[in-house]
């Protein structure tokens, strides 16, 4: 079958780094993408991996390695506002090449 | 309008009614995706359209039917709405089936 693994939850103080792992198995792979979530909000889009390596978007960086089926996100200088969900998703063939969310990482910063 | 919009915002439904949950997006976005969200379940897709005039079943289509009559609109209907239909209902547009998904403000539904 076709799964992805997150931690359910991760807590840290501001101004810390956490890093958000993701390992999927899947047949095919077409890209990984990483979408944050607000209680009561709507996913938005965070950043996306279809080579192998690093992407850096400000504060929050993504990582994927194909030969080992995993990526994490990584988020530095933890802000309050940074408290939400955080989904990985992958698109694979076997999907009729739709995105396979994961269950999401909640993110707790605290003072 | 200005990206994805979903109406109405919440509903609370007797078990047997009929629902028809909107979507318009602006962004003339040719894919279109309706998404189901439950507590320890994550996004689960239910439909999808590539394209105006196609649509696809994704992981949980029973119960749901859509159609997607041009570009900008996809509806949602629960022909026979039940309590496990309870959820919240989020609507996502890209520009095409590979990119980046753009999702509405959802719908929370409650089925009894």
């Known amino acids: 079958g076709q799964s992805l693994e997150q931690p359910s939850e991760v807590t840290a103080v501001e101004g810390a780094i956490v890093q958000i792992n993701c390992t999927y198995q899947t047949s095919g792979f077409y890209g990984l993408s990483w979408y944050q979530q607000h209680d009561g909000g709507a996913p938005t889009f965070l950043s996306y991996n279809g080579l192998d390596g690093l992407e850096e978007t400000g504060r929050f960086s993504s990582f994927l390695s194909r030969s080992d089926s995993y990526g994490y996100l990584l988020l530095q200088e933890l802000q309050m506002k940074d408290s939400a969900s955080y989904f990985c998703a992958v698109r694979s063939a076997g999907n009729n090449r739709k995105l396979i969310w994961g269950l999401g990482t909640s993110l707790a910063v605290n003072p | 309008i200005a990206g994805i919009t979903q109406a109405p915002t919440s509903q609370i439904l007797a078990a047997g009614r009929?629902?028809?949950?909107?979507?318009?997006?602006?962004?003339?976005?040719?894919?279109?995706?309706?998404?189901?969200?439950?507590?320890?379940?994550?996004?689960?897709?239910?439909?999808?359209?590539?394209?105006?005039?196609?649509?696809?079943?994704?992981?949980?289509?029973?119960?749901?039917?859509?159609?997607?009559?041009?570009?900008?609109?996809?509806?949602?209907?629960?022909?026979s709405a039940v309590p496990s239909q309870t959820s919240v209902y989020f609507c996502a547009s890209s520009e095409t089936e590979t990119d980046t998904q753009y999702f509405g403000p959802g719908t929370r539904l409650t089925v009894l």
Not at chain 2, 24 to 53: C, E, F, K, P, V
């Open chain 2, 18 to 79: 009929r629902m028809t949950l909107r979507c318009t997006q602006d962004m003339r976005h040719n894919a279109m995706y309706w998404y189901r969200q439950d507590l320890g379940l994550g996004l689960r897709l239910i439909h999808y359209s590539n394209t105006a005039g196609t649509t696809g079943k994704g992981e949980v289509p029973d119960g749901y039917s859509v159609s997607r009559a041009n570009t900008d609109d996809f509806p949602l209907t629960l022909a």
